[in-house]
T-cell receptor
Framework: GAVVSQHPSRVICKSGTSVKIECRSL??????MFWYRQFPKQSLMLMAT?????????EQGVEKDKFLINHASLTLSTLTVTSAHPEDSSFYIC?????????????FGPGTRLLVL | GQQVMQIPQYQHVQEGEDFTTYCNSS?????IQWYKQRPGGHPVFLIQ?????EVKKQKRLTFQFGEAKKNSSLHITATQTTDVGTYFC????????????FGKGTKLTVNP
């Protein structure tokens, strides 16, 4: 199988605080993980590509100093939303790629719902 | 940047009716992937199409990739209430990162 977990599943925080979200590939190793953000009734927007052992690659318009990504091992990537504000409230989803039959398939975590008050 | 356009945005059908969602691109796609996201859930991979004119089937779902590799479709025959969700197409960029760019999705609701 290919299972990706995320923790926490939901978080409510006060404006100005930082929130860390973990993404783990449970039964496979992933050199690359991806972080997406999804606002209500909208599509997934790629925020950044997390590379094990190197710096993350951020998409245009995503502040790297606000959304800190650390890919500490082949099974763990973390996203830290620093100094969160209400506009950061969203559904954050990670994914990890796993080769399967010559095709790399992305497996998504269950997502983290962040609410910033 | 790269973008795949997906239509319709919403589709409401009676159970038993067919459903189709379309993805179009102004540029040639290297491949197209389809995902399903249930309400409150996360995207689940359905299939990847790579070859020009490719057609793949999964039970009542039929996926097509256009001859010019600029469009793709997902067709569901005789919808069931379990088909409810949002269907996304996505292009995978194979330049080492394999990142996905998603279409806006088609939200399907099925009336029992």
């Amino acid at each position: 199988g290919a299972v990706v977990s995320q923790h926490p599943s939901r978080v409510i925080c006060k404006s100005g605080t930082s929130v860390k979200i973990e993404c783990r590939s449970l039964d496979f190793q992933a050199t690359t993980m991806f972080w997406y953000r999804q606002f209500p009734k909208q599509s997934l927007m790629l925020m950044a590509t997390s590379n094990e052992g190197s710096k993350a690659t951020y998409e245009q318009g995503v502040e790297k100093d606000k959304f800190l990504i650390n890919h500490a091992s082949l099974t763990l990537s973390t996203l830290t939303v620093t100094s969160a504000h209400p506009e950061d409230s969203s559904f954050y989803i990670c994914s990890a790629g796993k080769p399967s039959g010559g095709v790399e398939t992305q497996y998504f975590g269950p997502g983290t719902r962040l609410l910033v008050l | 940047g790269q973008q795949v356009m997906q239509i319709p945005q919403y589709q409401h059908v009676q159970e038993g009716e067919d459903f189709t969602t379309y993805c179009n691109s102004s540029t040639t796609l290297s491949n197209i992937q389809w995902y399903k996201q249930r309400p409150g859930g996360h995207p689940v991979f359905l299939i990847q199409l790579v070859k020009s004119g490719e057609v793949k089937k999964q039970k009542r779902l039929t996926f097509q990739f256009g001859e010019a590799k600029k469009n793709s479709s997902l067709h569901i025959t005789a919808t069931q209430t379990t088909d409810v969700g949002t269907y996304f197409c996505a292009e995978s960029f194979q330049g080492g990162s394999e990142k996905l760019v998603f279409g806006k999705g088609t939200k399907l609701t099925v009336n029992p």
